[in-house]
Nanobody, 131 residues
Framework: QVQLVESGGGLVQAGDSLRLSCAASGRTFSGLAMGWFRQAPGKEREFVAAMSWSGGRTYYEDSVKGRFTISRDNAKNTVYLEMNSLKPEDTAVYYC????????????????????????WGQGTQVTVSS
């Protein structure tokens, strides 16, 4: 079992930056592939960014490429989402997600971008970007 707790959300102006954190507990962090999703009011949850459990591969939704960066610190059992040049359309509740992957080099480099791929979810943190 894995528990995920997000933090770092808030109200910012367009062009500002925020760093979201997601702290994992309950199992070893190094065996987890991690992802960030978001859900805006009236919209479905959408993929934002993901990282393989090795940390060697990342994948981003097109609208955040070049602005958002996902990273992980295995020593702190934490994954981050650095968000720069924020836009009003980035306003949403941001969720951290995790899944275990089988051992081995092949699986360690897989990046998962579908919500159904993830078994564990945090409670979400609100990000609001004003124009």
């Amino acid at each position: 079992q894995v528990q995920l707790v997000e933090s770092g959300g808030g109200l910012v102006q367009a062009g500002d930056s925020l760093r979201l954190s997601c702290a994992a507990s309950g199992r070893t962090f190094s065996g987890l592939a991690m992802g960030w999703f978001r859900q805006a009011p009236g919209k479905e949850r959408e993929f934002v960014a993901a990282m393989s459990w090795s940390g060697g591969r990342t994948y981003y939704e097109d609208s955040v490429k070049g602005r958002f960066t996902i990273s992980r610190d295995n020593a702190k059992n934490t994954v981050y989402l650095e968000m720069n040049s924020l836009k009003p359309e980035d306003t949403a509740v941001y969720y951290c997600a995790a899944r275990f992957v089988p051992s081995g080099t092949y699986y360690s480099n897989i990046v998962y971008y579908r919500a159904n791929d993830y078994a564990y979810w945090g409670q979400g943190t609100q990000v609001t970007v004003s124009s």
